[in-house]
């Protein structure tokens, strides 16, 4: 019995060891991979808040760090989108421009997001890449909607982090080409 107890303890130092060796070199990787895009903060800031960021493993890794970008993209876009059906309740006055940026982020959420997830996993980037340019063409689109009509645009910022979002998603998935 005095023996177990030992040999218990090794197989548990190993085990966190292990995991704590996996967190590091998860980590090294999330900065490195950020060093290399346009926004380093806010890759950081997006890859550490996900999960999967640390679960990456093998040739995979920044497959996974893609695909946590494009769901950021995702969720700034469902964002969007709420805040849109919002404004519209509010400033009848705004329905053009408003119904254009709608038409634009269901676009973005039906057409660019879905193609670079499957491309990702399908383990073609381009494709993925083009849908993350996509994404900067709509929330322009959005922009440009509000300024034809001579008008401010309630949600310039959030088009102007979709934008930088989208970036740091492409400039992660051009690492795979």
């Known amino acids: 019995m005095r023996n177990v107890f030992p040999i218990l303890m090794l197989i548990t130092n190993l085990a966190l060891n292990n995991e ?7 980590n090294n990787l999330i900065h490195t991979t950020c060093k290399a895009t346009p926004n380093y903060s806010l890759c950081i800031t997006t890859l550490q808040s996900d999960p999967r ?3 990456a493993e093998g040739g995979d890794d920044i497959i996974i760090l893609g695909l946590v970008m494009v769901d950021a993209v995702k969720l700034k876009s469902i964002q ?38 499957e491309a990702l996993k399908r383990g073609v980037p381009k494709f993925a890449e083009d849908g993350m340019v996509d994404v900067v063409v709509e929330a322009e689109t959005c922009e440009f909607s509000f300024e034809y009509k001579k008008l ?8 102007k982090d979709i934008i930088e979002l989208s970036k740091v998603a492409k400039s992660i998935i051009r690492m795979l080409l």
């Open 152 to 159: 401010d645009s309630p949600i310039s910022d959030m088009n």
């Open 80 to 117: 969007i989108m709420e805040k849109l059906k919002e404004l519209e309740k509010s400033n009848p006055e705004w329905r053009v421009p408003l119904s254009q940026c709608c038409m634009a982020y269901y676009a973005v959420l039906r057409s660019d997001v879905s193609v670079a997830v």
């Open 20 to 26: 704590t060796s996996n967190n590091n070199n998860n």
């Open 53 to 55: 960021s640390y679960t």
